[in-house]
């Protein structure tokens, strides 16, 4: 089981064949380049690589019209005037006598990766390949693209394999509008789009790419557009995207099977997108979505005209399904105003759809017309300066990859355990000397037999600070854990860390002298009320239901998460924690990814197996267990969370929520 990863060098042979300053972008050298990039990284070579075949004429129908295949198939003897000819019967839009081939190849190469991961003979994978597909039409080429290789996957998807819910997520800078036509008024795909809109500015020019077109029919809701109204959106408005848009509804949605429209012009330096956001945050869009469908992602290449961009881009997100972790992410975590507004916008028109959605905005004060307060003075394009140079430059060496994945430390022995394969029993300890001084700091609180464990958790924090481990779980006896969390956060302090993010489930007290000055951040997760003492130290009551712990997930921890950017993260499972296995599964394989996997989870030997087993599995990088079926969360959660993100937005801009607010704090920066 590992990464698909689909080509066939016969696609690099549609080139444009005429003066055509739009249509020249989309060349050859772009799959050349993706895949050198991938080559030169050794990514090739961990990947189970599958040539392409051609799909056949019924594959292809089941998108497309008889007569618009046998008029692509009819180019193939066309002269360079009949093709130019007929080129300019569509927008955007190039063919090449090897265009037919090439373009059934894209399909062909969607579809076997489609196999290979509904087979099970892949967990994921990517189709490298040229025509694009997004743009594409049942009657129609459009935008470089002929034969729409995603559509066509997903409707074999549903017809070979009986799947009900695929959800299609298109990060292509531009609208793909292709898709939208085919799904329109089917419920069984949800398609989510991001794209350059500027108020219809900006090709393809279209009404219906704005977010109030939401699917037709009992399609309704299940197309979910958020258009760009500015340029130079960056890591922080795409995280926000994903954040508090797509993976709210995708896990309510629940689906079988996530295809990914990959297109890379939405990265820096594409000359079609004009977007900042850097390679590294496709590896963390990758990583989010691995949380869905049981981690079957196939991911097929729309756009992407930088090379170099895209090259990296590409790598990111291999990289990622080949289960690496994720690289830190460059930037301010500050989404912009326009970016918050298309979110808004993305909100008012989906909620009638969407519970997930309803239960954000139900408890807060604000009312789905209020969005139309007017902004005063002129709002910020984006987070990054304009002249700041390109964090494209400098970067050709990804960090590497620590020797040891996931790494236990426990009295109770790994067979008893049953930890999965490929997670290591942590045998080593500091030096006995040592851990005693650590723990005489504590000393009321540490039996002698708790000594031992101590030892070996503070070794592998050093590995986890070290690059040696990737992430680790050490379990403690029930008395000892709050006295091991406080001395893993003295130790990650004195060792060298700039920042350390606490997850502190059950009744685990804020140490005494914990610091305030915003190494730590301190989120305690017990009791019935929220509580906050700093922006850096609160509290917050474990929601019940599923729909309160994801927005829990989604709308509090991964925000502040991204915001703190910390060294190493601790989450420590005390005293009655109240944690579903799922739920500790889900939290900790979400919390690896703004924190590049760097996690010590602390919890309690005894009663709870199970948990360090499937916490061992959620480190390691296997999809999380569901947490059941979508339930809305009460009105005490949703009051809970609302009071913490209402406090906490001022420092944390990645909260996102309430216009009124960002409106004040526009002002005070101007
Ligand atoms: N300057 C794909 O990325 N030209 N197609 C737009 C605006 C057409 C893009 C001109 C762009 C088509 C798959
Ligand atoms: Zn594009």
Redesign the pocket.
Known sequence: MGTALVYHEDMTATRLLWDDP??E??CPERLTAALDGLRQRGLEERCLCLSACEASEEELSLVHSLEYIALVQKTQTLDKEELHALSKQY??VYFHPDTFHCARLAAGAALQLVDAVLTGAVHNGVALVR?????SQRAAA????VFNNVAIAAKHAKQKYGLQRILIVDW???H?QGIQYIFNDDPSVLYFSWHRYEHGS???FLPESDADAVGQGRGQGFTVNLPWNQTGMGNADYLAAFLHVLLPLAFEFDPELVLVSA?F?SAIGD??GQMQATPECFAHLTQLLQVLAGGRICAVL????HLESLAQSVCMMVQTLLGDPTPPLLGPMVPCQSALESIQNVWTAQIPHWTSLRQILSSSTHSPEGRSLPLLGESRTCAVAENSPSPLLDRSCLRPTPPVCTAVASTVSGSVLALPPGVLQQEKSVLRGETEAWARLHKSRFQDEDLATLGKSLCLLDGILDGQVRNAIATTTALATAATLDVLIQRCLAYRSQRVLCVALGQLDRPLDLADDGRILWLNVRGKEAAIWSMFHFSTPLPQTTGGFLSFILGLVLPLAYGFQPDVVLMALGPAHGLQNAQAALLAAMLRSPVGGRILAVVEEGSILQLARTLAQALFGETPPSLGPFAMASPEEIQALMFLKTQLEPRWKLLQLLHRNRDRQTLEIN
């Open positions: 739009e249509c972008i989309e927008d955007a025509p694009p597909g997004h743009h459009n935008g470089f693209c292509d800078v531009h793909g900006f090709w393809p297109g012009d000359p079609e729309e756009g992407g005209y």
